[in-house]
T-cell receptor
Framework: AQSVSQHNHHVILSEAASLELGCNYS??????LFWYVQYPGQHLQLLLK??????LVKGIKGFEAEFIKSKFSFNLRKPSVQWSDTAEYFC???????????FGKGNQVVVIP | DAGVIQSPRHEVTEMGQEVTLRCKPI?????LFWYRQTMMRGLELLIY????????DSGMPEDRFSAKMPNASFSTLKIQPSEPRDSAVYFC?????????????FGPGTRLTVL
């Protein structure tokens, strides 16, 4: 079945550590890719998105993601996390011509001060 | 812009009662989505509308769930009768007029607890 996979559901790290969250999808062809963040008690907000061009995408709050087509991956990175990055992170895939977003199960990230 | 507005923010009800969740999309957006979020199943798309018309309701769990969008600025998700397993956070999202790369904008969600 077509799906979006996020591994390591729970991630705990210290401030200033580097963060990388994996996202793999199983859809063939052209896709649009998104990372959303959900801070505690809040709604989902867009971090960044990729639809074409440079496969390295810069987002808000120092996040970036790299699209590797051959690996069907769109991993999220931040070189140095802060306590305020504690949140749940969702990868999502949209197929062209289709309004639906397919979400991964999310990564719960806790940053210890 | 006020963003996507949902009400109520919290709802606690007893099993068997009818629950109605409300959503006001961002003005000018023509697609509206209802999601359910639980620990076990993550984010699930229940139904979405394009220009007030339901396009895909394959995610609606069962006949107890129904959704309407009587006009471009209002949608409801109704559960009747509600059951404890319906407890979840329900998000509404909207998207601008159909442009391929635009993201969805999420509301604050309604936290539903069915006792």
């Amino acid at each position: 079945a077509q799906s979006v996979s996020q591994h390591n559901h729970h991630v705990i790290l210290s401030e200033a550590a580097s963060l990388e969250l994996g996202c793999n999808y199983s859809y063939g062809g052209t896709v649009n890719l998104f990372w959303y963040v959900q801070y505690p008690g809040q709604h989902l907000q867009l971090l960044l998105k990729y639809f074409s061009g440079d496969p390295l995408v810069k987002g808000i709050k120092g996040f970036e993601a790299e699209f590797i087509k051959s690996k069907f991956s769109f991993n999220l990175r931040k070189p140095s996390v802060q306590w305020s990055d504690t949140a749940e992170y969702f990868c999502a895939v949209k197929l062209p011509g289709n309004n639906r977003l397919a979400f991964g199960k999310g990564n719960q990230v806790v940053v210890i001060p | 812009d006020a963003g996507v507005i949902q009400s109520p923010r919290h709802e606690v009800t007893e099993m068997g009662q009818e629950v109605t969740l409300r959503c006001k999309p961002i003005s000018g957006h023509n697609s509206l989505f209802w999601y359910r979020q639980t620990m076990m199943r993550g984010l699930e798309l229940l139904i979405y509308f394009n220009n007030n018309v339901p396009i895909d309701d394959s995610g609606m769990p069962e006949d107890r769930f129904s959704a309407k969008m009587p006009n471009a600025s209002f949608s409801t998700l109704k559960i009747q009768p509600s059951e404890p397993r319906d407890s979840a956070v329900y998000f509404c999202a909207s998207r601008p007029r159909e442009q391929e790369y635009n993201e969805q904008f999420f509301g604050p969600g309604t936290r539903l607890t069915v006792l």
